[in-house]
């Protein structure tokens, strides 16, 4: 994470990696999943707690945010598999949306739609409407529209939106399981450029 966002902009990646550790920190965190070929750590993606200002209730949604994958390693597929991995998480959870801010062109090619188009409402005015997204789940109802809370310590340090559109080509095959508590599995497992790729994915109970 901090190789991925340090790579163009230096301290970013701390800057990232210490909110995330802090996010973690408040029971926030829905599902964590990281990408690992022959024993190195390669890439991670959050999935974490946010709600949606719903006129009938507030509604627990969830957002993905960050999304990583270490600079030599990308573009082959990592950034895919691990999307593909966070939209399982996020439904498997039960939760109604998967939202996120960050590339329409990369994102649209895994899932992802304007969320506009459900009436759902970005937290911030300051969010260009095509960077919005969502996925929305068979167990989102029709009256789920509405504004996308953030915690507040996400919103202060504009965690959102920070996953690089780079990343990515889609991978050849996936497989899905998932632990739960603080052990983890194999989630996901392709061939990437000759090498073994696996997925562990932790969620929440």
């Known amino acids: 994470m901090r190789a991925a966002f340090g790579a163009e902009e230096p301290g970013e990646g701390d800057k990232v990696a210490d909110l995330w550790a802090e996010v973690r920190s408040t029971g926030l965190v829905l599902a964590e999943i990281v990408a690992v070929i022959d024993d190195e750590l390669v890439g991670h993606v959050g999935v974490s707690h946010c709600w949606l200002d719903a006129r009938q209730e507030l ?16 573009s082959h597929g990592i950034g895919t598999a691990l999307v593909t ?30 969320a506009s188009t459900f009436g759902f409402e970005a937290p911030s005015r300051r969010t260009p409407e095509a960077a919005f997204q969502v996925v929305p789940f068979d167990s989102r109802a029709d009256w789920m529209t509405g504004r996308v809370v953030y915690p507040r310590r996400v919103v202060a340090a504009r965690l959102c939106g920070a996953a690089r559109s780079r990343l990515g080509v889609a991978p050849r095959s996936c497989s899905r399981g998932t632990s739960r508590l603080n052990d983890t599995s194999n989630a996901c497992s392709i061939d990437w450029v000759g090498a073994h790729l696996c997925l562990a994915t932790r969620m929440a109970t």
């Open 59 to 74: 509604v627990d949604v969830a957002m993905l945010s960050p999304l990583s994958a270490l600079p030599s390693k990308q």
């Open 85 to 114: 991995a966070a939209i399982e998480a996020a439904r498997e959870l039960g939760r109604p949306a998967l939202f996120l801010e960050g590339s329409p062109e990369f994102y649209g090619r895994r899932g992802f739609t304007g």
